[in-house]
């Protein structure tokens, strides 16, 4: 696939497309000078229309919009599980719940998981994200084990479009598995009721196990914009 990138873009306004920065020099000047990312449930969601997700430095909180290239998605309509999440699914150890507990899975997302991976989510992302679930446009998916969340995922649903932003599991081997089975209820969810797309953002080895593939920006955009604009709902 040719070399990913990972690109801040400018803050969108209602409307406008995004313009992408072209040097990491100019990136740092630009990014000096501006102020953060409005957050507000109208810019968020004119963002995500537009291709861009909200990623906060784990250094500095500070917030800004990005777009990378190529784009990993999921396919709803022809994603099946892998054998051995297949079998974990049907030996039924986990219940699945939709919404039950956003925060949790939120802070839970939040924490920081080693010095090369640490969080990118800030508390400016959780405030946002939980305005966003206020309004039924984001959502949880959960992996209970009895009484004890033992993982789950959350996103943004948008027409037929889902825009997946976080998982994880809890680390105990009860709880192996978990949010791979929340996935597995999402796509069986939206494929049924006629999503086209789940935007993964970039690429890593966990999305790519799970099925993802990458396609050029531009195709991305073609295939978003014609998701939401299907009437189709999460609920």
Not at 38 to 55: I, N
Not at 86 to 101: H, L
Not at 176 to 199: H, I, N, Q, Y
Request: hydrophobic share 45%; net charge neutral; aromatic share 10%.
């Amino acid at each position: 696939m040719g070399a990913r990138t990972l690109a801040p873009a400018i803050d969108p306004t209602c409307g406008a497309m995004l313009a992408l920065r072209r040097t990491a020099r100019d990136d740092a000047r630009v990014t000096r000078q501006r102020p953060e990312a409005d957050l507000s449930p109208e810019m968020l969601l004119s963002a995500y229309a537009q291709g861009a997700f909200p990623m906060a430095d784990p250094e500095t909180s500070r917030v800004d919009y990005f777009t990378c290239d190529p784009r990993a998605i999921f396919e709803p309509a022809t994603w099946k599980p892998g054998e051995r999440l297949a079998r974990t699914i049907r030996n039924g150890p986990f219940e699945v719940r939709i919404d039950s507990a956003f925060d949790a899975v939120v802070a839970a997302c939040a924490i920081d998981r080693s010095d090369e991976n640490r969080s990118w989510i800030g508390e400016r992302i959780r405030t946002a994200f939980g305005q966003l679930h206020a309004l039924g446009i984001a959502h949880s998916v959960e992996a209970w084990a009895g009484d004890r969340l033992a993982g789950g995922l959350y996103g943004v649903s948008l027409g037929g479009a889902f825009f997946g932003e976080s998982m994880f599991t809890v680390r105990e081997p009860w709880a192996r598995d978990a949010s791979k089975v929340a996935f597995a209820a999402l796509m069986r969810r939206l494929a049924r009721r006629g999503f086209t797309l789940v935007d993964s953002q970039y690429a890593n080895p966990h999305v790519l196990a799970l099925g993802a593939v990458e396609i050029p920006f531009d195709r991305y955009l073609e295939r978003l914009h014609g998701a939401i604009a299907l009437d189709v709902a999460f609920d």
